[in-house]
């Protein structure tokens, strides 16, 4: 029987009914159309249906979406602002560390929770942060550059004084 389930996500308040045994992906993407997400392992291990819940990346194939009730869910969806793509996916862009994009909006969610928290990371925490995350594209290498660049380019906007 379907109960009453109240998310926030992406600044949005939403309202709707759902299973409760329904899984935070399957919402996201079946109930939401949020289709950045992907569905890799259903087990949590590939990291491609990372969204960020309080700003902390989570792997939402292993989250019930009743357990997101009252937290801020951030899906890839809900980066760009006002028609300006987010630091770090701009990064991924020009460093060229996408391929398939299976993986990317997981990458870049995770990114995005190293730097909220260490806005100056090293390559090892670069490495560290993104270790449940599997490309099967690429060596790393360009997503760890792009990581780095975000970063970067972060720090100088704060210096600047502009929201990210």
Do not use: W
Request: hydrophobic residues 40%.
């Amino acid at each position: 029987m379907k109960k009453r389930l109240k998310l926030r996500v992406n600044g949005e308040d939403i309202d709707l009914f759902a299973e409760p045994s329904r899984l935070l992906k399957d919402v996201l993407r079946e109930d939401l159309d949020l289709t950045g997400l992907k569905e890799g392992c259903s087990s949590g291990y590939c990291g491609a249906c990372t969204v960020l819940i309080d700003n902390k990346a989570v792997k939402s194939c292993l989250v019930v979406a009743r357990q997101a009730q009252g937290h801020e869910i951030t899906t890839i969806e809900g980066l760009a602002h006002d028609g300006r793509l987010h630091p770090i996916q701009q990064a991924f862009i020009d460093r060229f560390a996408v391929q398939c994009g299976y993986c990317t909006s997981g990458m870049i969610l995770a990114s995005k929770a190293l730097l909220d928290c260490n806005p100056n990371p090293t390559e090892d925490d670069v490495k560290k942060a993104l270790v449940g995350n599997l490309c099967r594209c690429t060596g790393y290498v360009k997503i760890v550059e792009a990581v780095l660049a975000a970063a970067d380019m972060m720090r100088s906007s704060a210096r600047e004084g502009e929201k990210v």
